[in-house]
Antibody, heavy 118, light 107 residues
């Protein structure tokens, strides 16, 4: 069974840092591109970042470029999102999503809540 | 930056047809997929590559895409179809883009 499980969310002060993790199982992790998607409370989905199967291609949304860093460890079946210089507007549930051959996101985690507040 | 525009809400009577639009510049040149999200849950894919249904998605869900507009159609809408619906597309130079979402209410 395919599973992706996010962790690492929590309360952080503005300007602080947080590292999210996504642990995957049930599929050949190194064969798939992965994404982070966030959803602010009561708002819509916002794509955050993409990483290719081997990590050679990375994209970021304009809203996080220069502050967030996506990475992966294929040996550990894990995806990461290092978030620096956090702002109140980064408050959201962050989802890890497996991408199916550049066509759609077929598996989503349950999300991890990040709250940026003093 | 590229934007996908959806109506904030759509209301439909049980058994009727709901149509949700997603607009973007030359969207018909791109593949569009659609997700359903219910409160407190993660999104679920209901349509991909404009009009294909994943395994397990009822036939009442269909999609089309032409010109600047993609449309998700729910035929014979059921109460269980209530939720938020998001369109998504891959845009060269931008990567993934989501529409703002449409709340479907079955009255």
């Amino acid at each position: 069974e395919v599973q992706v499980v996010e962790s690492g969310g929590g309360l952080v002060q503005p300007g602080g840092s947080l590292r999210l993790s996504c642990a995957a199982s049930g599929f050949a992790f190194s064969n798939y591109s992965l994404n982070w998607v966030r959803q602010a409370p009561g708002k819509g989905l916002e794509w955050v970042s993409y990483i290719s199967s081997r990590g050679s291609t990375i994209y970021y949304a304009d809203s996080v470029r220069g502050r967030f860093t996506i990475s992966r460890d294929n040996a550990r079946n894990s995806l990461y999102l290092q978030m620096n210089s956090l702002r109140a507007e980064d408050t959201a549930v962050y989802y890890c999503a497996r991408e199916h051959v550049g066509v759609y996101f077929d598996y989503w985690g349950q999300g991890t809540l990040v709250t940026v507040s003093s | 930056s590229y934007e996908l525009t959806q109506p904030p809400s759509v209301s439909v009577s049980p058994g009727q047809t709901a149509s949700i639009t997603c607009s973007g510049d030359k969207l018909g040149d791109k593949y569009v997929c659609w997700y359903q999200q219910k409160p407190g849950q993660s999104p679920v894919l209901v349509i991909y590559q404009d009009g294909k249904r994943p395994s397990g998605i009822p036939e009442r869900f269909s999609g089309s895409n032409s010109g600047n507009t993609a449309t998700l159609t729910i035929s014979g809408t059921l109460a269980m179809d209530e939720g938020d619906y998001y369109c998504q597309a891959w845009v060269i130079g931008t990567a993934w883009v989501f529409g703002g979402g449409t709340k479907v209410t079955v009255l």
